[in-house]
């Protein structure tokens, strides 16, 4: 225990902080478990439904954007579908590829995403 909070003191929390968070963790350990065992139960059923769905790497690869024959989104709307317990799905992921948004356009809609004339990317701020 003695070794976890150097950690913490390191980094300017109090020995009385600490403790109390520890007693804190304690007296909710069986709701965390509660919650653990839920998260793996979906997560496995999540796993089966891509297995039982077929979903492969292929699934993922440039598409054109037109939808025609697209197995990868059928894939994925099973996935979703089987997961979820529902009859069917429609899932639209929504993220620019390459060859349909040019690095100006993407940097004019996400400024602080990328910067396209260096190699390392802008510090993400929660203020802009």
């Not at 007296?27 to 077929?54: G, I, P, T």
Request: aromatic fraction near 12%.
């Amino acid at each position: 225990m003695n070794e976890r909070y150097t950690w913490y003191e390191r980094r300017g929390i109090s020995r009385q902080v600490f403790d109390c968070s520890e007693k804190a963790l304690e007296k909710v350990q069986d709701a965390f478990l509660d919650v653990d065992r839920v998260r793996e139960k979906r997560q496995l059923e999540v796993l089966d439904a891509f297995a039982a769905s077929y979903v492969s790497e292929s699934a993922f690869i440039h598409k054109t954007g037109y939808g025609y024959d697209d197995a990868g989104r059928e894939q994925t709307e099973a996935v979703f579908a089987r997961a979820l317990g529902a009859e069917d799905a429609l899932v639209r992921t929504q993220l620019p590829q390459a060859p349909m948004c040019s690095p100006p356009a993407f940097a004019h809609f996400y400024p602080r995403a990328t910067n396209f004339s260096s190699s390392r990317a802008p510090p993400m701020t929660p203020s802009g």
